[in-house]
């Protein structure tokens, strides 16, 4: 992928913080600019952040179907239609409102209406909805059993997996299992993806980062489970106001030496963002999703030159250029987003 244009991001963002809602094409670079396209995608995930935060601060109605946004500009492929669509599932968890089980249906419900038609690739032939990115799942309720463990109630619903609130029976105690989408099992991608979350955070120990118990298969599709906590995750917690200056310094410092000691195992994120940062019984924030980790040591690469892994608005430039070798310093950067988001919104 072609480098985004940071001139033109940087005046589009500045613009829409100042109210002015002037059309984003007017901010692209000129046609035959191969930053055209690549910053076309930021400038749209960032139109959509904006309009989602406008809806969650005044009360105004959720922003208009992401298709029709996308219907306006043909020249996005399905890889630029699906590094929109992943952030759109991201903004609808985090500004959608309600708890946690209503804005998982509220995101499943608008991802529908915002995907009614199938999204065209550059060739014209037909690809995914949104509404199969989102709303396929496993046939998997309150009470269900995988493997051991009792299936209590769902906590959350992202592009690939599911999270449950579930027992285990056997050393009597709540976890968390997080498990693949039915559609999904299939993709030896993911089942990969999933077999290096669980080994990266399973080599790690530390206070502030989610444990990893075992990692399992249910009807195909694998599962992890790992540590519960009842708090909220910090997109969740920044929706109810922010923190004071001091307590938002303590919070990203304590997970700096979390990512530090990451770091030092080898290990790199790539996916730090708020949605990832859950609250434990004190309110202390614990780093999860290792699911885009990259380790040191991998016998094989899954990331290939252009490939964009990672959540737009926290990656850093090297992240979003889609560079291979995605270093610590990338985490770095994803934290200091983090920090600005909590000290500015």
């Known amino acids: ?8 991001r940087q005046r589009f963002e500045t613009a829409r913080r100042a109210g002015d809602d002037e059309d984003l094409e007017a901010f692209l ?9 690549a910053t076309l995608v930021e400038l749209l995930c960032i139109e959509r952040e904006f309009q989602w935060k406008e809806h969650a601060q005044d009360g105004a109605a959720p922003p208009p179907p992401l298709d029709a946004l996308l219907e306006r500009f043909p020249a996005l492929g399905d890889d630029d239609r699906s590094t929109v669509v ?9 500004f959608g409102g309600g708890d ?3 804005r998982c249906e509220r995101a499943s419900s608008h991802a529908a209406d915002s995907a009614r038609t199938q ?7 037909a690809g995914w909805t949104f509404a199969d990115r989102v709303g396929a799942v496993p046939a998997v309720n309150p ?4 493997g051991r463990y009792e299936v209590r109630s769902l906590l959350g619903r992202g592009g690939f997996a599911q999270v449950w609130r579930a027992y285990d029976p056997k050393l009597k105690r709540e976890i968390a299992l997080k498990l693949t989408r039915a559609d999904l099992a299939d993709c030896s991608e993911q089942t990969e993806r999933v077999r290096r979350e669980a080994q990266s955070a399973a080599r790690l120990q530390h206070p502030a980062i989610v444990p990893v118990y075992e990692v399992g298969e249910h009807g195909g599709c694998p599962y992890i489970v790992s540590g519960l906590l009842p708090g909220p995750d910090l997109a969740a917690a920044l929706r109810k106001g922010r923190p004071d200056p001091d307590r938002a310094v303590r919070m990203v410092l304590r997970l700096a030496h979390a ?3 990451a770091h030092q195992c080898g290990i790199v994120h790539r996916d730090i963002k708020p949605a990832n940062i859950l609250l434990d019984d004190d309110e202390e924030p614990v780093l999860t999703d290792f699911g885009l980790a990259h380790q040191d040591d991998a016998e094989v690469s899954m990331t290939q030159e252009g490939d964009l892994l990672g959540t737009p608005g926290y990656m850093s430039p090297e992240q979003a250029r889609g560079e291979k070798d995605v270093d610590a310093r990338s985490d770095v950067y994803a934290l200091g987003v983090v920090l600005y988001e909590m000290l500015c919104g």
């Open 119 to 125: 999204v065209l690739g550059e060739s014209g032939s």
């Open 100 to 102: 946690d089980a209503t």
């Open 86 to 94: 992943d952030e759109e599932a991201g903004l609808v968890d985090r």
């Open 143 to 146: 009470g269900s059993q995988i």
């Open 259 to 261: 990512v530090e000691y």
């Open 29 to 37: 670079p000129a046609v035959g600019d191969p930053r055209r396209l």
């Open 1 to 8: 992928m072609a480098a985004v244009d940071e001139s033109a």
